[in-house]
């Protein structure tokens, strides 16, 4: 008897579930401003955003040299800086003032000033100074200068110390200007490009942010449909908790398996962003990812009244988690305080183990700490959401059960 | 005249009652614009990171290649945090997130310098991490020129040079660097002072959206039109006047803060950057009012304008230069009233340059201020004509 009750109870639960999971479906496509953020804006946002940043370094930088000196060495040491990829000489002021000029018209971002002496300075062997005067606007066009003046000298160095040497082979003239050789090896982003830093990040970022809308947009609406503002509507279907959270959080899951696979799988390959990892590991590493986040959206759902200020309450958190998550600020330089708080979003393990896994080649093993916190954060958040919405039945019955003794006194008052 | 007024003044009093009882509004006005000022500069308090982690792989293990270590983590962005015992055993750290950087010296690298037979060193960067690996790049490459230089100082010496004459023949050209506004290379403030400004310009699209498209939504919107005696000048202006006012008390807030307690570099004055701060809210208000007037419908006008916003921050240029963007990209961007703000506050915080240099992000200002001009006739008919559609 005892048995049959729980295998009942069972089935019922699982056909329940599946009901509130048509419905939700039907509440997702039957609402645009949903659809918006949980099929547009995933589909469109990656794009534009890739689109933004693809060019990945920036080359060429427009800069004036005045060259007080008009000499072939200093003609010989600008000549390297126009060759360098970063760098562009446009223009030749005769002066500072000149050059200021057009830095202030935006023409230029950066000066090379050489002085007069520097012939002079150079063949009595002494050090001779190049200044150069940079627009710290960005970072990029500083580090272009900086690169690029800097190669430049070791190049012209090079020259004068083998000049001055007189050896007779080649190879003398290596080992002599440079005993040690060095390489430099830039791993997982060879060119140091923007797109291959920032954009792994973003997209895992889209796929919260996206959520936590989309999941808000639902439960704005479910209230404002339902006669009291509750978050559960009364109805024989909607009796346990478990088949209430299991049956909306399986929808939105199905709904972004397909989603993060076009995001994460897709849209770098586009791009021809780097992606050494092995899916198997993206999948693996990203199913607690997808849980912890979705959890994280219905339990945070509970706060949004309206449909529309859930866009006022998470949008503007966007900026923020990307900082927090130790991508675009190393992680090493994030102050505790801010450390600590954000453990709380699945966004900072997602957003680094991604990285590590997509960029890096790293496997389940390497990013082990995060995958953890990852299922945490689902066990947790699954309890809250849980939580929340036992609450909001009983909210829901409560009210239910008022409305019914204020019609029933008012029957018996007739 | 007297009428007009008291019109105005109705609405905005109408107005203000919502902003207190709403906490909506108070969210969207107060709290979150302040907590990303606190947030981003407390973030990045410490300017530029330092001290960041990094590995060494040393298969030669002599006192000139342990010199060469100390002297490595004494760099202010480098940290030496472990040593490895092969390449692989350091790649693996990399990949764990352990260390962004390490340093590679092989076996019997002292002795093939002595002997002068170029040995080899190499370094790897990690640049996922774009930030971490440039500035450990830069310590690097100093590090390896110099473990060059001892070697040929020594050699240099031996042969009777003094230390001067050393240094003369090793680096005879010199770069001298001078960072133009910014000389710490403050990351703080190359971001905080467009992230900040962005921050705001979004959360007034979304309330300026927000305050007129749910007037729509809740039907209120005839009632507001009676009052303001069916002008709709008046009827906009009591209603964002009491907004424009706490908008401009935040990016006054904003202003004190980044420049007058964090004295960030504001060569043009504190006076003209706190103007620049009201332009940049009335022509965020005009961008959002310019919004929900062509797309009557708060959903999608709040949805635009979230993207709008967000998108404001990449294509800003603040951190990626618009000049690396695609042609189409770089016009585009002036679409979106953070690149103007952008180019202002570089043009006279940053630099301290005339105003003559600044006309067209100016006038692109003053052109999104009067956006909403185009779309005060279309909004009126949709205020008598409208139907909230759920």
Redo the contacts between chains.
Sequence with gaps: MKRKNLYNIITQGISDMMIIWMNELKNVVKDQGILIFFILVPLAYPILYTYIYNNEVIREVPVAAVDDNRSSMSREFLKYVDANPDTRIVTYPANMEEAKEAMMEGKIYGIIYIPDDFTKTLVKGEQANVSIFCDLSGMLYYKALITSATNSSLMMNKEIKISKMGNSTDRQDEIATAPIAYDDIALFNPQAGFASFLIPAVLILIIQQTLLLGIGLAAGTARENNRFRDLVPINRHYHGTLRIVLGKSLLYFMLYVIMSTYILVFVPKMFSLPQIGNPFTIAQFILPYLLSAIFFAMTCSVLIRHRETCMIVYIFTSVPLLFISGISWPGTAIPEFWKIVSYIFPSTFGINGFVQINNMGATIEDVSTGYKALWIQAGIYFITTFFVYRYQIIMSRRHVWRRYKEISRKKRIK | MMSLFRRVYNIAKREIFSIVTKP?YL??MVI?PL??YI??T?????GL?????VGIVDLDNTGTTRNVIRNLDAFQHTKIVNEYPDFTHA??A????EI?AFFYIPRG?TEK?IS???????????????????LL?KD??TM??L??GA??RA?LRAKGANDQ?A????????????????PW?N?SI?LSNS?IP??LM??IF??TI?SV??EL?FGTQKEWLDKSGGSIIVALTGKLLPQTFIFFLMSLLYNIYLYGYLHFPCNSGIMTMILIGLLLVLASQGFGLFLIGLVPS???A??I???W???S???S?????V????AP?QTLAYLFPLRSYFLLY?NFA??G??II?AWLPLIIMIAFISLPIFILKRLKNTMINYVYI?
């Design positions: 909506v969210l969207s979150a907590f990303c947030f981003f407390t973030l990045m308090w410490s990171p330092s001290e960041m982690p790649r693996k990399i990949q764990k997130n962004y690298t310098a002068g037979r170029q040995p080899k060193i190499s370094f790897y960067t990690n640049y996922s991490y774009l930030v971490a690996g440039s790049y690097l490459r390896s020129e473990a060059s070697i040929a050699s004459q240094i003369n023949f090793i680096q005879p050209v010199v770069i001298n660097t001078h960072a133009l506004g910014n290379l990351y190359y992230i962005g921050v979004l959360m979304l309330t927000y498209g749910s939504k708060l959903r999608l709040l949805s304008g979230c993207l916003g967000v998108v921050f990449s294509i240029g603040m951190s990626f230069p000049m690396a963007m695609d990209l570089v940053l630099h340059y005339s240099y759920p």
